[in-house]
């Protein structure tokens, strides 16, 4: 029997990268396979020309995600990546192109009415331009904002923050003030350990010191058995409780200050001006009182 699918089956991976390099040509930089994906890096003035090819030419139909990486450390340290989606062959491809801070990456609000939110996302979280987008405002933050949040140089303090005080039930703005500093993980074994100094183990390089000092007799502490006695004497003996030391050893030893203090209360039941209490519990016979035949029994 002969089952039929709706959705249509996955492109294989196998000669996509070859058909679609063939179809960017000179707009490609570099085609690569990772993860069982599909990677083109393009040039940044091309990124429209080439988009517009793989939409037009090979079904990719609809562009549902842009992102942004951060790389500090190179020269053009963003990376705008373009995710697209072929509706016709089921097929997922990622289009990236690099950038600096100051130089804008076409827009590709031409292709795509949802890229212009998408652009402003990526302006908004780390800083990258895009030439063309005619609506280029914060999205995620506050227009007062200062600074873009996912770049790796971005500080934890100094800038202002936004925010609802129930103080004073309004919108204040207010420095940011994190209580926990940025910290570097290295993400090393914790079994085969670190391969640097960790902060603290510096002290266990200072060398031994070259004799120990040492007390050659009591007098030089202020200990001795005259020590010992005069501390007892401000010691309560212990009380024995069945040839068993009980709680109050080591307590003080109590003192007479000549002074009555004051007793404790009579109980209430014993005061003859307490009212007699009344008895409003009701329909209870049958749950506090026992049977008549366990009473005789």
Do not use: C
Request: hydrophobic share 30%; charged share 30%; proline share 7%.
């Amino acid at each position: 029997m002969t089952v039929f699918h709706p959705a249509p089956r996955f492109t294989r991976i196998e000669g996509l990268k070859d058909t679609l390099s063939r179809a960017l040509g000179d707009h490609l930089i570099r085609a690569h396979e990772e993860h069982g994906e599909l990677m083109l890096t393009v040039r940044r003035g091309s990124i429209e020309d080439a988009l517009r090819t793989l939409r037009d030419d090979h079904a990719y139909q609809q562009l549902m995600e842009i992102a942004g990486v951060d790389y500090p450390g190179r020269p053009e340290r963003f990376e705008v990546v373009y995710m697209l989606l072929s509706l016709t062959t089921n097929s997922r491809i990622m289009v990236k192109v690099t950038t600096s801070e100051e130089m804008p990456v076409p827009t590709v609000t031409t292709l795509w009415p949802n890229a212009g939110w998408l652009e402003r996302e990526v302006f908004d979280m780390f800083g990258v331009l895009f030439d063309g987008n005619t609506d280029l405002r914060r999205i995620l933050t506050d227009y007062g904002f200062e600074g873009h949040p996912f770049r790796k140089d971005f500080p934890l303090t100094g800038y202002q923050e936004l925010r609802y005080s129930e103080d004073e039930k309004r919108v204040v703005y207010e420095p940011v003030d994190l209580p926990q500093d940025l910290r570097q993980f290295d993400f090393l074994s914790p079994w085969e350990g670190a391969d640097y100094v960790l902060p603290g183990d510096e002290k266990a390089e200072v060398p031994p010191v070259d004799e120990v000092k040492t007390t050659d007799s009591t007098q030089d502490t202020g200990a001795g058995k005259k020590t010992d006695e005069k501390a007892a004497e401000h010691v309560a003996p212990a009380k024995l409780r069945s040839g068993i030391a009980g709680q109050g050893d080591g307590e003080p030893a109590p003192v007479d200050s000549d002074i009555d203090e004051p007793g404790a209360p009579d109980p209430t039941e014993d005061r003859l001006d307490q009212p007699a209490r009344e008895n409003t519990a009701k329909d209870t016979d049958g749950a506090t009182e026992v049977e008549k035949e366990e009473r005789d029994t």
